[in-house]
């Protein structure tokens, strides 16, 4: 059963554009929701990440945005580069268990 | 800093072989993790290590054993390699579970023929 939700698979924006990719959450316990890129031929780093007692974070150009009531959170990317092109993951976890990872967003930022 | 480093970055395997995949931190970290990512499934926890000698079973454990003597090192080993098995291997450490990033190694590219 999966937990964590991503969607959609692949993305492609124009430079300049807001590329936003989702995520929704089945266990309520979940209390850590981080973001990794991942770029061709490397693993996946930490981006940013979310605990859910606040409704946004920023980080540069990069926000998350939760909405605990819906069990959904998506991340935003403004003024998207060429350079942000790689592949997405949110994330989910519950105290020290290991981290639920969705299935991954293709981004794709045209020059 | 080296960070997670893995051990080879490619390998092609017949069915039925026998492998060990290194990985290797150097930042201290008590958990380890292996993962094998396959397009359009995501990353798939297969063991991960909480500290050195210890051991436990992710969400796709089956064909894959692993071993954790000294903190620093986390084998996973293929018994007898199957073409299911082929994917991109990730190992990740970080320094406990919840709110703690997990640092990954730039993968192993597996093929079984």
């Known amino acids: 059963q999966q937990q964590v939700k991503q969607s959609p698979q692949s993305l492609i924006v124009q430079k300049g554009g807001i590329p936003i990719i989702n995520c929704a959450y089945e266990n309520t316990a979940f209390d850590y929701f981080p973001w990794y890129q991942q770029f061709p031929g490397k693993g996946p780093a930490l981006l940013i990440a979310?605990?859910?007692?606040?409704s946004e974070k920023k980080e540069g150009r990069f926000t998350i945005s939760f909405n605990k009531s819906a069990k959904q959170f998506s991340l935003h990317i403004m003024d998207s580069q060429p350079g942000d092109s790689a592949t997405y993951f949110c994330?989910?976890?519950?105290?020290?268990?290991?981290?639920?990872f969705g299935k991954g967003t293709r981004l794709h930022i045209l020059p | 800093n080296a960070g997670v480093t893995q051990t080879p970055k490619f390998r092609v395997l017949k069915t039925g072989q026998s492998m060990t995949l290194l990985c290797a931190q150097d930042m201290n970290h008590e958990y380890m993790y292996w993962y094998r990512q396959d397009p359009g499934m995501g990353l798939r926890l297969i063991h991960y290590s909480v500290g050195e000698g210890t051991t436990a079973k992710g969400e796709v454990p089956d064909g894959y054993n692993v071993s954790r003597l000294k903190k620093q090192n986390f084998l996973l080993g293929l018994e007898s390699a199957a073409p299911s098995q082929t994917s991109v291997y990730f190992c990740?450490?970080?320094?406990?579970?919840?709110?703690?990033?997990?640092?990954f190694g730039d993968g192993t590219r597996l093929s079984i023929l």
């Open positions: 994330a989910a976890s519950k105290g020290d268990d290991k981290i639920i």
């Open positions: 990740a450490s970080s320094h406990a579970g919840n709110g703690q990033p997990q640092h």
């Open positions: 979310i605990r859910p007692d606040v």
